[in-house]
């Protein structure tokens, strides 16, 4: 298994307590959700139809701002799988250090990847990937920069995962062109990571293929009916957006009385510089707080963002011990 954030079950075993006893920051997920509110019957009893599907694609341009060709799918990581499918042969190119499912998918089906750590370095491959704003450490980068980058690829995968409180950084109001995918992912700014919903937005040819490949009924009914409600639901958005930009301000200020510096970050998650995040991680886990650290970078130490008041207060007298 790679190393992700979201292994609650290992904090369990090493420090104890019950997963509802955890305030589980190790992931970039909002954990003030959207309001699920009522699901009818027939959402979990019938396959969805090809009109509700319809209707989610649209909620998901509206609130992705696009008009182009865009598929659900249960899930960002559901397109990394078929990626290798998607473009076959040829140099992969992704810019590092980021989500570490693209090298791993890539590689485990016999691709030639190369992780680069600098823009310009993208440019010639067949397959090139980045991930906007970037996780861990939140690099951001300009869409006309991203256009420009376009002609000098193959195929240019741009993944915003956490672009929705930066609508600015987002191609997807230009993705209809040939060799550009973009990818949303649903779950973490509405923190429903649970309910296995994104979109591929781009290319025409490369959205049927994979529309192809996911088939007829790629997500739930429960997630084609929620997505299609939270889609839409602006008000919430903005309200979202807002209260992310003040908590992480929130939490970079209770960070840096510690001791600890900014490294990066996204409206869902900082990165932070320890003295030793191993020794900073169980500190917080004894106060069942998780979150994440990385084996290459020994002094980096990744948080999401508390929810209610209880869990800020709890952080906040975890990191004053």
Not at 35 to 50: D, M, Y
Not at 52 to 77: F, M
Not at 93 to 107: D, F, K, M, Q
Not at 186 to 211: E, N, P, T
Request: charged fraction near 25%; proline fraction near 5%; glycine fraction near 10%.
């Amino acid at each position: 298994m790679r190393e992700h954030g979201g292994n609650l079950d290992l904090a369990q075993q090493r420090f104890g307590g019950r997963a509802e006893e955890w305030i589980d920051l190790s992931t970039g997920i909002n954990r003030l959700s959207y309001p699920v509110g009522e699901i009818g019957a027939h959402h979990w009893q019938a396959l969805p139809s090809r009109a509700e599907i319809d209707a989610l694609h649209q909620a998901a341009r509206h609130a992705y701002r696009t008009s182009a060709p865009i598929v659900a799918t249960s899930g960002v990581q559901a397109v990394i799988q078929m990626l290798p499918q998607l473009a076959p042969s040829g140099r992969a190119r992704i810019l590092a250090p980021t989500y570490n499912e693209y090298a791993g998918v890539l590689s485990a089906a016999g691709r030639e990847v190369e992780e680069v750590d600098e823009f310009d370095a993208l440019a010639g491959a067949d397959l090139a990937i980045i991930v906007n704003p970037n996780n861990p450490d939140g690099r951001r980068f300009a869409p006309k920069d991203l256009l420009a980058l376009l002609p000098r690829v193959g195929r240019l995968v741009i993944d915003e995962s956490f672009a929705d409180s930066v609508p600015q950084l987002s191609l997807a109001p230009d993705a209809d062109r040939r060799g550009l995918l973009i990818l949303r992912s649903f779950g973490k700014f509405y923190g429903l990571a649970g309910l296995r919903l994104g979109f591929a937005i781009g290319d025409a040819a490369d959205v049927a293929r994979l529309a192809a490949m996911s088939g007829p009924w790629p997500v739930s009914g429960a997630a084609v009916a929620i997505g299609s409600r939270a889609l839409r639901d602006d008000a919430w958005a903005e309200a979202a957006s807002v209260r992310l930009v003040r908590d992480c301000v929130r939490l970079d200020e209770m960070t840096r009385a510690k001791g600890w510096r900014l490294v990066g970050g996204a409206s869902l998650f900082r990165l932070y510089e320890t003295p030793d995040a191993l020794a900073a991680q169980e500190k917080l886990a004894r106060g069942q707080i998780w979150s994440r650290v990385f084996a290459q970078r020994p002094r980096w130490l990744r948080l999401g963002l508390p929810g209610i008041e209880a869990e800020w207060t709890r952080v906040a007298e975890v990191l004053a011990r």
